[in-house]
């Protein structure tokens, strides 16, 4: 389990990405689109938070584009299994999910993805394969376990794609789904989201150990610790977690180290760390820029970079107007959808 050199924070943004996978310039398009889209759509939901218009917690995913992206090139799609905790809007748009539907059910809209019932912290697609955010810190991750476990049982290849935090890393269930899937041989890869501070806190002050990919060890599970500001380093460690996981390897942990730009909820300040920490982060690390300059190395243009932003806005900016004009869902809708007939 050899630990992959962490990311050095230089004075700038380097020029030259050296030792950096490869992608095709139609892929890095693909990847720079996607996670464009996402912050776009998160900026959004931040202004309508701000607005009145999204009510409860909100947690936005802006800066950690990449992990989402980049992972979401080992699913396929509608077939495995994705389950995260209450951070969700990025994994909902990489998955594949309508941001018009996405940003409904954050307005709490019956056009939303759950009839406007899920709103911003619980989610769900099945149609994607998304089977949901979830408020309770760690929660989903004995559930993604029993995804996986179905899909062994059943024997049909599929794999579940476990998010959690570096908070949710300290959490009793966690250890309970590790033993499992390891004594079942589970199609598991669990994806800890280190985004340096579990809330206000950072993790060298809530854990004894932060090096989070070796917490399966005790159990015999592999795992590696990956750059999470890098979608090409992030898509190659998944891809062969996933591999391994669809030969019958079992359960994989990847430690992606990222960074959250905003609070831990929109109720957040963040004053437990410095504008300048920060600042540096996106100066230096952002997972954006770091897809465009690997484009202007494969010769894309800037009008290239320009019709995708155009596009971005114009759809973040049709998902607003339909969320504003999809009707609340009727008082009748709280008693749908509460059991499953058998």
């Keep these: 389990m050899a630990k992959a050199p962490a990311a050095k924070t230089e004075s700038k943004a380097p020029k030259n990405i050296p030792n950096a996978p490869q992608a095709s310039k139609e892929d890095l398009l693909r990847y720079y689109r996607e996670m464009v889209l996402i912050r776009r759509f998160e900026e959004r939901a931040g202004q309508l938070y701000g607005m009145g218009l999204i009510g409860g917690f909100c947690h936005l995913y802006i800066g950690q584009e990449a992990v989402a992206v980049g992972v979401q090139e080992s699913v396929k799609q509608g077939h495995d299994k994705i389950i995260t905790g209450y951070r969700d809007h990025g994994h909902m748009l990489a998955a594949g999910m309508d941001p018009k539907e996405v940003m409904a059910e954050l307005t709490g ?27 309770i810190v760690g929660a989903q991750v004995a559930l993604g376990t029993g995804l996986a476990f179905a899909g062994k049982y059943r024997g049909d290849d599929s794999v579940s794609f476990i998010y959690f935090g570096d908070g949710a890393a300290n959490q009793g269930q966690v250890y309970e789904s590790f033993n499992m899937a390891q004594l079942w041989k589970l199609p598991a890869i669990y994806i800890i989201e280190n985004n340096q501070y579990a809330m206000g806190t950072s993790i060298e002050r809530a854990s004894a150990t932060t090096e989070l990919y070796q917490r399966g060890a005790s159990f015999g599970i592999p795992g590696e610790q990956v750059d999470g500001m890098d979608v090409l380093a992030v898509k190659d460690a998944v891809a062969r977690a996933v591999k391994r996981a669809r030969e019958g390897g079992g359960p994989f942990i990847l430690e992606v180290k990222t960074y959250r730009y905003r609070g831990h909820s929109m109720s957040d300040p963040a004053k437990y760390r410095t504008k300048e920490e920060v600042d540096e982060v996106k100066k230096t690390r952002d997972p954006i820029d770091h897809v465009k300059i690997l484009l202007e190395q494969a010769k894309a243009t800037e009008d290239e970079l320009k019709a995708i932003d155009n596009e971005i806005k114009a759809i973040v900016a049709e998902a607003v107007q339909f969320a504003q004009e999809s009707p609340e869902p009727d008082p009748s809708e709280l008693y749908t959808d509460v059991y499953v007939e058998a």
């Excluded at 809209?109 to 955010?133: E, Q």
Aim: charged residues 15%.
């Design 109 to 135: 809209r019956i056009g939303g993805s759950s009839k406007g019932k899920g709103g911003s912290m619980h989610m769900f697609d099945v149609p994607t394969g998304f089977y949901g955010g979830h408020g």
